[in-house]
């Protein structure tokens, strides 16, 4: 994980000079505050998370900073069941699956989808670069919870 941190920073540095921003010390952590999650943080978990480290950081500083992450390609916006923005910082071909229930959002990774051949309209509609399903669903952990509150 360390060194999935140590590669993000790097690139950072590389995202803020080619758009002439100053690698700041607030942009270090939130990156690696989203980087270290694998819970799909929102601006709020971000928050908390970074001021651990740095008491003074304040929510518009975060929430700007994960639009410039957003921006310049470090890390992506994620679509949940909520209306709050959540994030991943995991930059390695995943797809995603949305408990309805409990909004957590799970990474999955599937050779067959990643192969699977783009309809013809995709083309027509520009040049794909990435892909990535979300599946909407109950997790095994809500659905054992309604199991037992069943039984």
């Known amino acids: 994980m360390e060194h999935d941190v140590c590669e993000r920073l790097s690139a950072l540095a590389g995202a803020c000079k080619e758009v002439g921003a100053r690698v700041t010390q607030q942009r270090r952590e939130v990156l690696r505050a989203v980087v270290e999650s694998d819970r799909h943080p929102d601006a709020q978990a971000v928050l908390h998370s970074v001021r651990e480290r740095m008491p003074t950081i304040s929510f518009d500083t975060v929430y700007r900073t994960l ?41 999955f990774e599937s050779e067959d989808i990643d192969r699977m051949r783009l309809p013809v309209g995709v083309g027509k509609l520009g040049i794909a670069e990435s892909r990535q399903l979300q599946i909407v669903g109950v997790c095994r952990a809500c659905e054992k919870r309604k199991e037992e509150s069943d039984g």
């Open 67 to 107: 639009a410039f992450l957003q921006e310049n390609g470090l890390i992506r916006r994620v679509q949940g069941t909520a209306e709050r923005a959540r994030f991943d910082g995991n930059d390695r071909p995943h797809h995603h699956f949305v408990c309805r229930k409990c909004g957590k959002i799970m990474d």
